[in-house]
């Protein structure tokens, strides 16, 4: 998708003026017991940046709630950015996701992923924006926090547990690795609050949200 036709579907989008209407609560809900305990709620404009030990361990399972609540209930986009692997829509669909209100990016250059993440996350389409960054520099990052701020979007990025930096702009900085029977959630840094650490148990019944012929 070039980037004319990704700003002409923003800007189409009914909800393009989302950003003028009662403000936006700070946080959504996570949907997982202890998250709620470790962490409080995902933040709202702001950057969540997640990083695993292993891909595919769980890390699209500990936030699909919240993006399936934010696909529900905003007539705004969800939008995946550069996913690994291609998103599964009968999971997603199980998972109590709105298919209708997905939107799945594949830039061809590093500086076109860059432009699709700021505009998505400035321009108050997006209500969630998923992305596999490349590795962003810190004014890149800030320019991205405050395209969240000023979009009000809930912003998750996935990186490689290699990739894990010091110093970080983002709002909220998780760690995760496997455990037997779900993952294992280090809060690594968030705002106004100390790290801490939890366990999930992921349900048996829970579906795969990438498709297991994806690449």
Excluded at 192 to 203: C, N
Aim: positive net charge; proline residues 8%; charged residues 20%.
């Amino acid at each position: 998708m070039s980037q004319e036709a990704l700003q002409q579907l923003l800007q189409e989008h009914p909800q393009r003026l989302w950003r003028g209407q009662t403000a936006a609560p700070q946080g959504v809900a996570t949907a997982w017991p202890v998250l709620d305990t470790v962490l409080g709620k995902w933040p709202r404009g702001a950057l969540t940046e997640i990083y695993s030990s292993v891909d595919g361990i769980g890390e699209l399972r500990l936030v699909l709630p919240a993006v399936a609540e934010l696909s529900r209930r905003e007539k705004r986009w969800v939008l995946w950015l550069t996913p690994p692997y291609l998103p599964y829509a009968p999971a997603l669909a199980a998972a109590g996701i709105d298919l209708s209100r997905m939107l799945l990016v594949h830039p061809r250059k590093r500086l076109d992923s860059l432009w699709v993440l700021e505009q998505a996350l400035r321009g108050g389409t997006c209500s969630a924006v998923l992305a596999w960054p490349p590795f962003l520099a810190p004014a890149q990052l800030r320019r991205l926090q405050l395209a969240a701020e000023e979009g009000q979007s809930v912003a998750f990025f996935f990186h490689k547990a290699e990739e894990e930096g010091g110093h970080s702009l983002a709002a909220l900085r998780l760690r995760l690795a496997p455990t037997p029977s779900g993952l294992r959630v280090q809060v690594r840094k968030r705002r106004a609050g100390l790290p801490g650490e939890g366990e999930l148990t992921f349900p048996e019944q829970m579906a795969w949200s990438f498709s297991p012929n994806g690449s």
